[in-house]
């Protein structure tokens, strides 16, 4: 009974401001306002169909994958650096890593604004050792560099985590048996490092195909994501149907990414003798 009664509050929270609210989406996503009133219909889900709904929600899947893609090439090597054991002042390290994401999402953003507008840091050095400025700002690079920055923790942390608890014997032993660097990575660091890696691309691409801070601010209102479209029907527009529906649709594609990697990463446990 006691240990029940501590089950009750997370209850109650869990019950309140998550499933209400899906159930509150779910019921302006699948209904319209008619002159008869509120009405089932999928109305709003042939509305998505249109073209120019289509082609905001496939920039916004390329640029979380391209963002999710550099943070995985960028964040394991640093994963990799990071669990070295021989290493010296690892938790310093780590610790530095991480006090960026102390600092208010919103502000590292506007940081980048000043470094790639057109008079600000990365051109006035440019002009300075005489090469020509760099024309970032309000294009999709400048929003992938934002996904990369504000995101790259969420690939590095989980990575490392995993690599840190790798047991030095299996390497060890490895060597031993004549394995070089490569062939450790591959058989052993690569395949134990898995559950990490998906961890971490889920983490990365949820937050990057939903985000509308960042293309609203290094896309100057130009590149119109998935988020900036439901915000927009939910504080300009009125329409809570259609962005219901917009959100929706977000969940599906983020829960069926989430189940395929969850897919892979049942098919590849305990897959470290089959390397």
């Known amino acids: 009974m006691k240990k029940n009664l501590f089950v009750y509050p997370y209850a109650f929270?869990?019950?309140?401001?998550?499933?209400?609210?899906?159930?509150?989406?779910?019921?302006?996503?699948?209904?319209?306002?008619?002159?008869?009133g509120v009405v089932l219909s999928l109305e709003n889900f042939n509305r998505f169909l249109e073209p120019v709904y289509l082609k905001v929600m496939a920039r916004s899947i390329l640029l979380a994958l391209v963002s999710t893609v550099i943070c995985l090439i960028v964040g394991y090597p640093m994963a990799m650096i990071l669990a070295d054991r021989n290493l010296k002042n690892r938790n310093i390290l780590v610790l530095l890593?991480?006090?960026?994401?102390?600092?208010?999402?919103?502000?590292?953003?506007?940081?980048?604004?000043?470094?790639l507008e057109n008079h600000g840091i990365i051109n006035t050095i440019l002009a300075l050792i005489g090469l020509p400025p760099l024309k970032i700002l309000y294009t999709?690079?400048?929003?992938?560099?934002?996904?990369?920055?504000?995101?790259?923790?969420?690939?590095?942390?989980?990575?490392?985590?995993?690599?840190?608890?790798?047991?030095?014997?299996?390497?060890?032993?490895?060597?031993?048996?004549g394995a070089n660097s490569f062939a450790v990575f591959r058989k052993i660091t690569l395949p134990v490092s898995f559950p990490g890696v998906l961890s971490g691309i889920t983490m990365v691409f949820?937050?990057?195909?939903?985000?509308?801070?960042?293309?609203?601010?290094?896309?100057?209102?130009?590149?119109?994501?998935?988020?900036?479209?439901?915000?927009?029907?939910?504080?300009?527009?009125?329409?809570?149907?259609?962005?219901?529906?917009?959100?929706l649709i977000l969940m599906l594609i983020i829960l069926l990414s989430m189940g395929i990697m969850s897919r892979y990463e049942k098919e590849n446990e305990g897959s470290l003798g089959l390397w």
């Open 206 to 247: 949820m937050p990057a195909v939903t985000t509308f801070v960042i293309s609203r601010l290094l896309g100057g209102g130009q590149y119109t994501l998935v988020g900036n479209l439901i915000e927009q029907q939910f504080l300009y527009v009125g329409d809570w149907n259609f962005g219901s529906t917009l959100s």
């Open 140 to 177: 999709d690079t400048a929003v992938v560099l934002g996904m990369v920055y504000n995101f790259l923790p969420f690939m590095v942390l989980p990575i490392y985590s995993v690599l840190a608890r790798i047991d030095r014997s299996i390497i060890e032993a490895a060597q031993d048996l």
């Open 13 to 36: 929270w869990l019950t309140v401001f998550i499933v209400v609210p899906l159930l509150l989406v779910m019921y302006y996503g699948l209904t319209v306002k008619t002159s008869a």
């Open 97 to 115: 890593f991480v006090i960026p994401m102390w600092m208010n999402f919103l502000l590292r953003t506007y940081a980048w604004m000043t470094l």
